[in-house]
């Protein structure tokens, strides 16, 4: 039997986040109390500190065997297992978790943000509808929100948010979410309110960014671009404080792509044949990914995974040694494993689809034009679409919306490091064109807008496609979910407006403009 002195002593210790001493202690207490599960449990999450998830679930899996309805153990095993991205052993736990006890917020909550990351958006509706009734707090709300706005249920999202606006007003991220579909020349009613509370809240650094971007909208709607200005102004140096984004690991990392595809260029690589054709839609965020997604969804042989990020996690996962991208690793990994990181990625898209239906399928990450070279060896059979977008609108773009929740994204709230930024993902592009020509097909996003249907064609011939009607439809489309900034753009049918959009910033931005 442990002493309650020693779970003390291990708990003061995870709570100061000592988690390696948590470990050893740990490890050297199970070799006296073998059959202790919560020495188990502590060793696990303190792996899960550490990132150590191979031994976490080790550690895990025989704390719940020791103790197999205990809540909290399950609920770290389920938290270890969709880290590692085993989406389905993690969703069993889950299920297990929620048959001792359906009535336990902590995993109603855990396994609904689950449901969300997996882009299973109705399984994650019923499991916050289920929180709220339990316990009633404005974020579930806001999740719920989020999540119909999602699948496109405006309607709904919108009563939801004025709920929960109207009783807890100080809830930020409430007036954040509802400027997106919220035309602030109507509703001047919450403009005001936003105002107000501008100026008399106490607001963390979180909630003064989202608030400087809802302001900066509601202005925009009223043209009164220097208010707007101002305001996405004062939230992109919000966003400059707690942005950690370093141009110069980037540009490490970009240089050394090049050097390794100058010298083994993209070579064929044998790997097994994979009936599924992925087409990855990739672009600078804000430049017409979402709306090229979009279009090319309504084809009745496409299906979309989303913004999955699940090449990056691969490349990370085996291409990357001391937080860099190795070359041996590159080399190795390749030669001798191309066919389990094709894998790999395939396991993950087929759960995130329940089951690929589709002879197509879209993986719409914005930051894959990054590793071009690695998908067409991993995925010699796929499409791989760039979207181009005029780089002062595109710039404009990003400098007004919130781009920091997207992963290595802290130069979009950086002036001057979006304008180099923009250059170096230019360079990167005229590389990959130098390599190979046909690497990827170029998207001219004004292109797109001003010519629809000739560019669909040209998109659909492309990825070797007959003419699909719905495409010009896209805006109908409810296929698929919107998850980025886009979503109640991408629900709509192509507009002009958004052309030649920076001339109302000109006076504020040009003196960015001119250094390029």
Known sequence: MISENNINKIRNLFVSKKYSEVLKLCEKLITENPAEPILYNFAGVSCQALKDFKNSIIFLQKATELDSKNISYLNNLANSYTTIRNYEDAEKVYNKALSINNQNTVILNNFASFQKRVSNYSKAIKLYEKLITLENKPYILNELADCYQIIGDFEKSKKILDKNISTNPEFIKSHYIKSFSTNYSIDLEHLNKMIELNKTTKMSVQDKILINYALGKAYEDNKDYENAFNFFNKANKYQNEISNFSIEITKE??????????????????????????????????????????ILTSHSKIENVGEISLIRKIIEEYFYENDSLSFDKINYELNLNTNKLNDLFFNDVNFFLQNIKYKYVIDKTPTNYIWMGFLKILFPNSYI?????????????????????????????NPEYLLDYIKMTDDLIAFWKSINEKMFYEVNYENLIQNSEDEIRNLLSYCKLNWDENCLNFHKNKKTNITTLSVHQARQPIYKSSLNSYNNYSKYLNKYFNKL
């Open 385 to 413: 679409i760039y979207c181009k977008r005029n780089y002062k609108d595109n710039y404009l773009s990003l400098f007004k919306n919130n781009l920091l929740h997207t992963q290595n994204s802290g130069w979009a709230c």
């Open 253 to 294: 990392l970009f240089e050394k792509i090049k050097i390794f595809f100058k010298k083994n260029g993209i070579n064929k690589i044998k790997n097994k044949f994979n009936s599924t054709k992925m087409i990855f839609i990739c672009g600078l965020p804000r430049s017409g990914t979402t709306l090229v997604s979009q």
